[in-house]
């Protein structure tokens, strides 16, 4: 048993991937990738209910700047997107800090990090919600307008609930490509999941280890999230039959 | 019945109180002009029912009064108050159609309960979150309301679960949560299957007998007869004729409602 344990190097694997050692890096920068992933996707969802709106009930300006943003943003590829957003906001920040009399800033990497895959997020939530929205039965609206509910709590008390079911599953795909885009954040350097792996991976030249524990993490926040959405979405379709059949 | 279908034909009308009133109403969808002035007054206690072909404007027209609708011309009063229009017809004031839709409550062909919620929640989702009615006092009303259509021990379903008629009785009971000045029926049993629509005609006649002021767009010309006291036919976006039932199905004046009573019957 020690002899097959030895003969495929998982002692040493064993050992590399202490959390004292190179294994803590990678949680720390699983810890980083969650941490910008819920940060990117909380800000989808608020870009993207505004947008949403916006492109069904705004004014014939917000939806021409509307139908730009997801327009551009969705046929960008993102790791282009996150290059242009980085180094233009940071550029930004330093021309407005420098006008104020301030020096150079440094840009915190998580904020970026939220703010760059958020806004590519919010264009697909837009799209998303605004499906969703869409499909919602336009006599649900019409009771609530009916009974006298203003416009803010029909939608808070109506449109968003009854719209969530047909939300969840284009969420839950956008909560997971956020969690795998923030990858993408190691070609602006910043310590995610994926830089930790190829900086542990090359300094010890145990690639394989290395990478497939990262595979094995990502998989486990991505079984987790799946449970979690479960959760969610029978909890939206309250009140809907089951697809299957059986109306209880 | 017949003692309110003679006051409501008798002078002494007009002293009633006045629930809704519609004049010179003209509705266009694009080019096609749907209602063409309309006048119609309905007092407190009145059962007006509105009977007319498809396509003759009676749902519009309903929907006109608590402006789901924007009227294209015309003018609406409810309970003695004017709503302000703007000059497309658009509710000038949204605070104002707001408060005044509280006070008219609507049941719809298809009773659009709201599906995400339990009937208990349907019932009390108006007055607990429009009309601020503290909660407790708000469900112990709806329990009572639910009772009332026969639906008690159904607090804790959902509307999906229920047969047409049972949500349509949960939607009357919806209504009657908000303590309505008049009640607006919109084909309240054309989306049942002929062997509800019996239950729901119930609880509106009871609804009728205990002197609720209701405008009822209905396609059930016996039901019309038995629980009105005033019959509008519509007939192309116009009034054609109107006066209590006994004249109206007794002795219709005009070729087209002939014809239209004869079809339907």
Known sequence: MTGLFELLGLGASAELLSLSGWGGNLLRGLANSLQIAFGAFGLGLVIGLFGAYGKLYGGKVTRDLLAIYTTVIRAVPELVLILILYYVGSDIINKISEAMGGGRVEINGVAAGIWVLGVVQGAYATEVLRGAIKAVPVGQIEAAKSYGMPAFMIMRRVTIPAMMSFAVPGLANLWLIATKDTALLAVVGFNELTLETRQAASSTRAYFTFFLAAGFLYLMVTLCSGAVFARVEKWARRGQPSLKGGAR | ?265
Request: aromatic fraction near 4%; include cysteine.
């Open chain 2, 1 to 265: 019945m017949d003692t309110a279908a003679a006051a409501a034909s008798s002078p002494e009308t007009d002293t009633r109180r006045e629930a809704i009133r519609v004049e010179d109403l003209h509705k266009s969808f694009g080019n096609l002009e749907v209602l063409k002035g309309v006048d119609l007054t309905a007092h407190q206690g009145d059962v007006v029912a509105i009977i007319g072909g498809s396509g003759s404007g009676k749902s519009t027209m309903l929907r006109c009064i608590n402006f789901l609708e924007t009227p294209s011309s015309g003018k609406i009063v409810i309970g003695g108050e004017e709503v302000v229009m703007r000059g497309d017809g658009s509710p000038a004031n949204q605070k104002q159609i707001e408060r005044i839709r509280t006070k008219l409550a609507m049941v719809f062909q298809q009773f659009n309960l709201w599906t995400h919620r339990t009937l208990l929640e349907n019932v009390i989702e108006v007055p607990v979150h429009v009309l601020k009615v503290p909660k407790a006092e708000a469900i112990a009303r709806a329990h009572e309301l639910l009772n009332r259509v026969g639906l008690g021990g159904k607090e804790d379903t959902y509307p999906a679960y229920l047969s047409g008629g049972q949500q349509q009785r949960a939607a009357i009971a919806r209504a009657l949560a908000v303590d309505p000045s008049a009640m607006l029926f919109d084909e309240p049993t054309s989306a049942l299957d002929p062997e509800l629509v019996g239950e729901v005609l119930t609880v509106i006649r009871d609804l009728a007998a205990e002197g609720r002021t209701m405008l009822l767009v209905t396609h059930e010309m016996k039901f019309a007869r038995e629980v009105a006291n005033h019959v509008v036919y519509l007939y192309q976006g116009r009034i054609e004729e109107q006066g209590p039932p006994a004249e109206v199905f007794g002795n219709p004046q005009s070729d087209r409602l002939k014809q239209f009573l004869s079809s339907v019957a």
